[in-house]
């Protein structure tokens, strides 16, 4: 399950370079840190419009989940938007937004920087380009009480039917 979820995502992300070089953010993913805990975590912003995006810890990213039952197949619960610079990036069913700019496009090392809005708050945070997915973690992060938690939680709850965000959406 790692391999075709690794494999699925090796297939749309850009490289680093490709991103800096103007190209908008379709197919980019990012690692990125939260300035109020130094906390990390990646996002992706898939071609078509899609978001996902997993908590990282331990050299291992724990993807967001979301109720795929409200979905139709090869749509996704977030949508990520662009206008120049500036970009949204959306994730409903983790109650996360969002909202930044590109950084230093057509140089080496353009980063995102913005503003994420969650549950727990408000927190400036930044991105660098990432060329490949870290290694996918074991546990899912499911919200639940305006908290991320472990699904090997005693409190962990899953929605019913269930798509991972690091994966297509036609790999369900």
């Known amino acids: 399950m790692r391999a075709l979820l690794l494999a699925a995502i ?3 992300v850009l490289s680093p370079a490709a991103v800096a070089d103007g190209m908008n953010l ?24 899609g978001v996902g995006g ?4 331990h050299d291992e990213v724990s993807p967001y989940i979301f109720d795929a039952s ?4 090869g749509e996704w619960p977030g949508q990520w938007k662009q206008t120049g610079q500036r970009f949204t990036w959306a994730f409903p069913d983790q109650s996360m937004r969002i909202e930044g700019s590109l950084q230093g496009s057509g140089q080496p090392g353009a980063r995102l920087t913005g503003t994420e809005t969650s549950p727990g708050g408000r927190s400036a945070m930044a991105c660098t380009a990432l060329s490949r997915l870290p290694k996918i973690g074991e546990g899912l992060v499911i919200p639940r009480n305006s908290r991320f938690i472990d699904l090997d939680g005693q409190e962990g709850e899953l929605k019913v039917p269930a798509g991972v965000s690091l994966q297509e959406p036609g790999a369900r």
């Open 70 to 73: 409200r979905t139709k197949p």
């Open 26 to 49: 379709a197919g980019s993913l990012w690692q990125c840190t939260r300035s109020s805990d130094q906390s990390q975590f990646v996002i992706t912003f898939y071609p078509g419009g």
């Open 10 to 12: 090796g297939s749309v």
């Open 54 to 57: 997993g908590e990282f810890e």
